[in-house]
């Protein structure tokens, strides 16, 4: 059997390792990589294809960086459990050994390398590893996952961008697809989950610093059960007590939750540090908060080159989503996505407070309206991280959405109330049809009254000057009465006669039905009178 073996280490550690590697007749050791980013990033695309494209083999050297390599291997234990992990260290005392077990390493090779010892730990691991994947393999497909449950950070440009209110919703939308979700509030110093969703609970993350070995009743004791279904672990009630929060302990609660629930969303807040860090890095998908403002871009622009710089995440491995979006202003997605160099949401989020205020101000976010635009909003971008499944026909097991499923989904989420509306709409179009035609027959009788009225009043004085010279009145009448009116109104009839010392002149014209030319037998009635001329 070959053996396939990345090995992760700094460069010249790495020219060691493969020295050797290349001597085993059976190992077929991949190209190394230099960090822990890019050691989770190869083994997530590995995994997502699936488990055989695993390698057999993860060799993770004391010198890996930046995350410190036994936090690298409890993270690769929880999240890729097929592979075996092997730590090379040239500590050889028994607390390092019995740290590296506690941390799911499959065993220890120590510096200075040696062929046997290298050789001997990389078959023991690949042994393991094989036997692992016929036992995952023997189950239903749902039994690995790849990197198991699904972790989203939402951190925030600047302070007010809405990433508290962002994180919850997206939560309250997993879990009303029947997913399990675990909401973390990682803003550690001012964390409101707390006070979005009205929960008063004296546990929170800090109580589980000290503890090394986070089990599932540890978990329990610390994790509040909201009513809405959501797992909440909460931001320490006094902020000094944030500084107790480690990215090691950040690695282990996240590990522990995403081990234990389908979706895990984290709420970073806007302050970077340690804890944030750690989280962003280990996350499947990191949102970034902005508010379409120059501040608020060169806030996000200053955080994505912060992560970049640090190695937690590239800028292209970043969605930005934009909040309190309009229309109207002058920063849109497409320059938020050009400054910062993110990947943006295809979903802005609009600027609708008023649609917020009541359940913000009653610490109640669980029951915002379905109607509100900003829920419609922030429900279809939990459809775009593909945190919503639907139920498959005929069965209790869910599957994840296709992205017509996932269409369909958001389309009843957001047409729950809007479909009502289109069916009223509907029928009431007749009406509105019917209203609409009166009134423009009005104005058709209001125009033909008003040409009428004009066409008389020329007819009378032409045929006041005719009749003076004994000219013919009433032909002289006709043609001044015909000449302004419109083509569809030509066949009026326009009648001339002398009326004491007035000469009066009757137009009646046909009322047209909707469009000029179309006769249904209605008529109006214009007169006009002229003096004649030479009476007293």
Not at 186 to 199: A, K, P
Not at 200 to 205: A, H
Not at 325 to 338: D, Y
Not at 518 to 527: A, I, S, Y
Request: charge should be negative.
């Amino acid at each position: 059997m070959t053996i396939r073996i990345l090995p992760a280490a700094d460069p010249d550690s790495a020219r060691a390792l493969t020295t050797l590697l290349t001597q085993l007749a059976d190992a077929e050791p991949a190209q190394p990589v230099p960090d822990s980013t890019a050691l989770l990033d190869t083994l997530a695309q590995l995994a997502a294809e699936s488990l055989d494209e695993l390698p057999e083999v993860v060799l993770v050297h004391e010198r890996i960086g930046p995350v410190p390599a036994l936090d690298l291997i409890r993270d690769l234990v929880l999240r890729f459990p097929a592979v075996g992990v092997v730590l090379v260290t040239a500590d050889t005392s028994t607390g390092v050994l019995t740290a590296a077990m506690d941390s799911g390493a499959r065993g220890i090779v120590t510096l200075p390398l040696g062929y046997d010892a290298l050789a001997e730990r990389v078959r023991a691991a690949a042994a393991w590893s094989t036997g692992m994947r016929r036992h995952l393999s023997s189950g239903t497909p749902e039994l690995y996952a790849g990197a198991g449950g699904t972790v989203i950070t939402v951190t925030g440009a600047k302070g007010g961008v809405g990433a508290t209110l962002t994180a919850v919703q997206l939560a309250l939308a997993a879990r009303a697809s029947g997913r399990t979700v675990a909401l973390l509030d990682l803003d550690l110093q001012s964390g409101d989950v707390s006070s979005y969703l009205d929960v008063q609970f004296r546990r929170s993350i800090a109580d589980l610093a000290g503890i090394t070995d986070i089990n599932a009743r540890v978990l329990q004791d610390a994790v509040y059960a909201h009513d809405s279904g959501i797992a909440l672990l909460l931001a320490p009630a006094e902020g000094e007590r944030g500084e107790e929060v480690t990215d090691r302990v950040a690695r282990q609660v996240l590990g522990a939750l995403r081990s234990r629930h389908d979706v895990v969303l984290v709420d970073c807040g806007s302050q970077m540090n340690s804890a944030t860090a750690a989280a962003v890095e280990v996350a499947d998908h990191a949102l970034l908060l902005v508010t379409p403002d120059v501040i608020a871009v060169r806030a996000a622009k200053r955080m994505v080159r912060l992560w970049d710089r640090l190695q937690i995440r590239k800028a292209e491995e970043t969605v930005t989503v934009v909040n309190r979006h309009t229309r109207g202003t002058e920063i849109q997605p497409g320059l938020v996505e050009k400054v910062t160099g993110t990947k943006v949401a295809k979903t802005p989020i609009p600027a609708a407070f008023k649609e917020l205020q009541s359940v913000v101000d009653a610490g109640r976010l669980q029951d915002l309206d379905n109607r509100s635009t900003v829920k419609q909003a922030l429900w279809q971008l939990a459809a775009e991280l593909d945190l919503v499944t639907v139920p498959e026909g005929g069965g209790g097991r869910r599957r994840k959405s296709s992205p017509s499923d996932r269409g369909a989904l958001s389309l009843r989420r957001r047409g729950g109330d809007r479909g009502s509306v289109t069916v009223e709409f509907a029928g009431m179009f007749p009406m509105v049809l019917a209203v609409m035609a009166i009134l423009w027959e009005c104005v058709l009788y209001g125009y033909t009254y008003s040409l009428a009225g004009n066409a008389a009043d020329e007819a009378a004085r032409a045929a006041t000057a005719a009749y003076a010279v004994d000219d013919d009145y009433q032909a002289q009448c006709a043609t001044a009465g015909a000449k302004n009116l419109p083509a569809a109104w030509k066949g009026a009839d326009i009648v001339c006669a002398p009326d004491g010392t007035l000469m009066k002149a009757t137009v009646t014209a046909q009322v047209p039905l909707f469009f000029p030319g179309v006769d249904p037998g209605w008529q109006v009635t214009g007169t006009a009178g002229a003096a004649l001329e030479g009476d007293s």
